[in-house]
């Protein structure tokens, strides 16, 4: 896989954005699980929520409430749909999917949260 990031960019707090996670090959992600991290500047890297293959979802608890993780096998793409973005959301995002024991790293895509 070569996991690519897309949708991120500057909002305002109280604004929304929708990440997107796909292979640049368009290979389906049906099979793997797929998560989302964050790292900020000086940071270690932390979990945001996983899309498990069986359709499960499991999510940080800053993430509870406000994102949402999801698929669309037809575009054979993960979303990270973020609402109500706080300024200390601001991170770069990056998805990773894991089958059996391959894991795959996207380059990450920044989200910036800033009046």
């Known amino acids: 896989l070569h996991l690519v990031e897309s949708g991120g960019g500057l909002v305002q707090p109280g604004g929304s954005l929708r990440l997107s996670c796909a292979d640049s090959?368009?290979?389906?992600?049906?099979?793997?699980?797929v998560k989302w991290y964050r790292q900020s500047p000086g940071e270690r890297r932390e979990l945001v929520a996983i899309?498990?293959?069986?359709?499960?979802?499991t999510y940080e608890y800053f993430a509870r409430d406000r994102f949402t993780i999801s698929r669309d096998p037809a575009k054979k793409t993960v979303y990270l749909r973020m609402d109500n973005l706080k300024p200390e959301d601001t991170a770069t995002y990056y998805c990773?999917?894991?089958?059996?024991?391959?894991?795959?790293w996207g380059q990450g895509t920044q989200v910036t949260v800033s009046p």
């Open positions: 990773l999917a894991i089958l059996r024991a391959d894991t795959y």
């Open positions: 090959k368009a290979t389906s992600l049906s099979f793997y699980t």
């Open positions: 899309s498990g293959s069986d359709g499960s979802t």
